[in-house]
């Protein structure tokens, strides 16, 4: 590993622990190729006090113009843009004027396709401008058609785009009322080709047809998984986690875990944005259905949640089950007891899963985690898609159905196969020589040998 520090990268993360965390592991894999690194925190985030426990990343904090509210907080997504377009454009000049000042010159900065605005402000200074998406290939494909008009939003009938299967109306990207939401998930593309490079958080083989359609349009180099390298390669050490967090107690859930025979919990964790939140009608068919498969299983289930589970339910499973409002879950998905996740398909906790060789039963709510379950049932391989009936729920019956077909027939069967086959090509990607590492060292290349 090249300890000599060649450069500084300037790293502007969207504020939220989903963009921010795969921004932390991109960095950390540049530093310990010889770069240095600063990541930027909103200071909404930065109050909260959360460190960085690896010591290899600087933090600094930069204005969106509203720095008492999380971005979700706030009721207008595009007014948001626009604060945080004017006074975030303006700390990030400020940073990159301090450091120029002490001597440590920005070589590039790395924004998430979520902040197009900032390639801007690199290319102000005649820095090199690196745009991040942090969603896989296959979303990035369809939301860039969304964003051309090259099919219509909302999709009303099944569409064909070169590079993926058929998209029914449930495959898609949808944002339902949060129009907001897609302006700004469609506005990725509206300046990636004044970047320099684009990059993804994916793997080649793993998103192979949908990478090359996309490069007809906008070529995107893939560089994931962006996990903790623990769980992959151990190219940096004691990379554990994440490393962005306030400090918790590990313990609980993993000695639960260690009284349980292997494949034999069910974890069970959905979206953290209140927002998409199951309802409590929702919570209800998920809670009988979990106790219907008569598996163990841990929950985690918020604070603003737990009033929507069924009246006693935690007192009557107690005996095979473990609610909590926080987990490790790197550290879960890795302990032998669990046999799946049942999971909202955040991009981040399925590259977790697939990562650690972990199958999965889906249960999209909106925005990519749609598209993101039609791949895990019918691409990958690697577990089911729950169905939901017409007003939108997913019953008890479909809920205790997928997990017994993951748990019963997946620890041995094709999706097992196919989880232990994804799990060792993501390591190959971004091991020494694989895709991903290639492209991080061209992108260190590219750094370094800037002006």
């Known amino acids: 590993m090249d300890k000599e520090k060649k450069g500084r990268i300037l790293a502007v993360p969207f504020p939220s622990h989903g963009h921010i965390n795969p921004m932390m ?163 990725q593309f509206s300046t990636v080709d004044k970047a320099d490079f684009a990059v993804i958080n994916t793997f080649y083989k793993m998103e192979e047809e949908a990478l090359e359609a996309m490069s007809k349009f906008c070529p995107m180099m893939p560089v994931g998984p962006t996990i903790p390298s623990f769980y992959l390669d151990n190219f940096i050490e004691n990379d554990k986690e994440y490393g962005l967090s306030v400090p918790r107690d590990d313990s609980i ?53 737990v009033e929507k589970l069924p009246k006693n339910f935690a007192e009557e499973t107690s005996d095979k089950s473990l609610i909590v409002q926080w987990c490790p879950q790197l550290e879960v998905l890795l302990n032998k007891a669990v046999g799946c996740i049942v999971s909202h398909c955040g991009w981040n906790s399925v590259l977790e899963a697939l990562s650690i060789g972990v199958p999965i039963v889906g249960m999209p709510v909106w925005a990519d985690q749609p598209t993101t379950a039609k791949f895990i049932q019918d691409v990958w391989k690697v577990g089911v898609r729950v169905k939901r009936d017409e007003n939108g729920i997913a019953g008890r019956g479909e809920i205790e159905g997928c997990i017994r077909k993951v748990m019963e027939g997946g620890r041995t069967g094709e999706i097992k196969e196919n989880c232990i086959k994804w799990k060792t090509l993501a390591k190959e990607a971004i091991s020494e020589g694989g895709t991903s590492d290639t492209n991080l060292n061209k992108l260190v290349s590219k750094l370094t040998s800037s002006p």
């Not at 990030?92 to 390639?119: F, M, R």
């Not at 639960?256 to 069970?268: A, D, I, M």
Request: charged residues 20%; proline residues 6%.
């Open 253 to 305: 859930c993993i000695n639960w875990l260690n009284t349980k025979p292997e494949g034999s919990v069910v974890y069970v964790s959905l979206s953290s944005v209140i927002f998409a939140s199951p309802d409590a009608k929702q919570m209800e068919e998920l809670a009988f259905g979990l106790k219907g498969s008569n598996y163990n299983f841990l929950w985690i289930v918020k604070d603003f949640e």
């Open 25 to 187: 592991q991109l960095c950390k894999r540049l530093v310990c190729k010889g770069l240095k690194a600063t990541l930027t925190l909103t200071k909404f985030y930065g109050k909260k006090n959360m460190k960085e426990k690896s010591g290899l990343i600087q933090i600094e904090t930069i204005s969106d113009g509203d720095d008492e509210y999380d971005i979700f907080d706030r009721q207008s997504v595009p007014d948001s843009v626009v604060r945080f377009t004017k006074h975030g454009s303006e700390s990030i000049a400020q940073l990159i004027e301090k450091y120029e000042s002490l001597g440590d010159p920005i070589v590039g900065v790395i924004y998430d396709s979520l902040l197009p605005w900032v390639v801007e402000v690199p290319k102000k200074f005649g820095l090199v401008a690196i745009e991040f998406f942090t969603q896989h290939s296959g979303v990035n494909l369809v939301e860039y058609h969304y964003y051309h008009k090259l099919i219509p939003y909302p999709v009303e009938s099944p569409v064909t785009i070169p590079g993926l299967p058929l998209l029914q109306p449930e495959d898609v990207p949808s944002y339902g009322v949060y129009l907001g939401n897609f302006t700004l998930m469609a506005s």
